[in-house]
């Protein structure tokens, strides 16, 4: 059973870092059949994919973020961590981590890519 | 304002048939498949369906999914009131390249 659970501070003030980390069992994170994941839900408001990192630690960001993500990993902790840069209001949000399964054909075409598990959430406050 | 547009709102009553629609473009649904999310308040998404029509282990078959050109739908046959929650539409978009959430639909069991 794949379990995420994210942890980190719940307060941050505005222009700071907002650090988060997802914690992962029943799953190596150093698989290379999964992608590891930060999508965020602001409160009104839709969800938003934040970026993937890859078992091999390659990285690809939501354009939208203007490269104020930054996804790491540790393996040997089985646990990848976001980092948010110069936050602000808008950047409140329930954050969740997940597992995303993902499938190519033989020439490279995605066949499919989905959030299959995923962490409770973690409320982050920006304050003024 | 997301490249999936999703009513805001549906509603039926116990054992009615809803279906919710997710509308794109050539840059997402004309080429990707689609996944559904269920989210319930406070709580974190549920994988509903993926790949477009296919239910994960342990979901009713009550949830359908399919796609015509760069239009989706997920039909809830048999209505029930644990039904009532948000309901997202989801795929990869070549334009904006990033993976994008339909705007969300609100189900509420009257």
């Known amino acids: 059973q794949v379990q995420l659970q994210e942890s980190g501070p719940g307060l941050v003030k505005a222009s700071e870092t907002l650090s988060l980390t997802c914690s992962v069992s029943g799953n190596s994170i150093g698989s290379d059949n999964f992608y590891w994941s930060w999508v965020r839900h602001p409160p009104g408001k839709g969800l938003e994919w934040i970026g993937y990192i890859y078992y091999s630690g390659a990285t690809y960001y939501n354009p939208s973020l203007q490269s104020r993500a930054i996804l790491s990993m540790e393996t040997s902790k089985n646990q990848f961590s976001l980092q948010l840069t110069s936050v602000t209001a808008a950047d409140t949000a329930v954050y969740f981590c997940?597992?995303?399964?993902?499938?190519?054909?033989?020439?490279?075409?995605?066949?499919?890519?989905?959030?299959?598990?995923w962490g409770p959430g973690s409320l982050v406050t920006v304050s003024s | 304002q997301s490249a999936l547009t999703q009513p805001p709102s549906a509603s039926g009553t116990p054992g009615q048939r809803v279906t919710l629609s997710c509308s794109g473009g050539t840059s997402n649904l004309g080429r990707h498949t689609v996944n559904w999310y269920q989210v319930l308040p406070g709580t974190a998404p549920k994988l509903l369906i993926h790949t477009t029509d296919q239910r994960p282990s342990g979901v009713p078959d009550r949830f359908s999914g399919s796609k015509s050109g760069t239009s989706a739908s997920l039909v809830i046959s048999g209505l029930q009131s644990d039904d009532e929650a948000d309901y997202y539409c989801a795929a990869w978009d070549d334009s904006l390249d990033a993976h994008v959430f339909g705007t969300g639909t609100e189900v509420t069991v009257l």
């Open positions: 997940a597992r995303v399964t993902y499938k190519y054909d033989d020439g490279g075409n995605p066949l499919a890519e989905y959030f299959q598990f």
